[in-house]
T-cell receptor
């Protein structure tokens, strides 16, 4: 279990509900990223953490999206008042150093909003 | 917000042939250019990467060619195999480490 772990792997919810997606990065990795991937598209940047703080949250589409990483390890992506357009695979990645560049991805959480 | 443009969207190559995927970027602050490979149901995995101080990097059958003045880079897969069939993403990042990805190329290698 040395890789990036994401839970749940699949989440089906109804429009308007609140959703939390969890990411457990590789132990010791200081950088953590969230991306959103729609079918047939490349990963779309959402937010990047260096340690506990959000170094860049410019990709969050609106204020319904929020992410935390309170202890510099596990991160939670929170989506309020979900909309059908939020349906996608949410990918988490971690990196051992903010200078290294290589990202290690989890398998993603597939979110379906009905 | 598309800072990295990738082509073609899809590519079909015969086994043993050469697969070529191209990317162009806009932000001159980018200084790290990786290629990721993604199989269905999996997260992307790093294949090969280059920094702008060299024009080419080769690892096995995979080569990145980099043209700094044109702000373009490409992935060449030599002797393509059916097991190479996957979606390939180019990406770019700078000092602030915000990695941006292209839209992807779905490669099919026919036996």
């Amino acid at each position: 279990g040395a890789g990036v772990s994401q839970t749940p792997s699949n989440k089906v919810t109804e429009k308007g509900k609140y959703v939390e997606l969890r990411c457990d990065p590789i132990s010791g990795h200081t950088a953590l990223y969230w991306y959103r991937q729609s079918l047939g598209q490349g990963p779309e940047f959402l937010i990047y953490f260096q340690g506990t703080g959000a170094a860049d949250d410019s990709g969050l589409p609106n204020d319904r999206f929020f992410a935390v990483r309170p202890e510099g390890s596990v991160s939670t992506l929170k989506i309020q008042r979900t909309e059908r357009g939020d349906s996608a695979v949410y990918l988490c990645a971690s990196s051992p150093s903010w200078k290294t560049g290589e990202l290690f991805f989890g398998e993603g959480s597939r979110l379906t909003v009905l | 917000q598309q800072q990295v443009k990738q082509s073609p969207q899809s590519l079909i190559v015969q086994k043993g042939g050469i697969s070529i995927i191209n990317c162009a970027y806009e932000n001159t602050a980018f200084d790290y250019f990786p290629w990721y490979q993604q199989f269905p149901g999996k997260g992307p995995a790093l294949l090969i990467a280059i920094r702008p101080d060299v024009s080419e990097k080769k690892e096995g059958r995979f080569t990145i060619s980099f043209n700094k003045s044109a702000k373009q880079f490409s992935l060449h897969i030599m002797d393509s195999q059916p097991g190479d069939s996957a979606t390939y993403f180019c990406a770019a990042s700078g000092n602030n480490n915000d990695m941006r990805f292209g839209a992807g190329t779905r490669l099919t290698v026919k036996p």
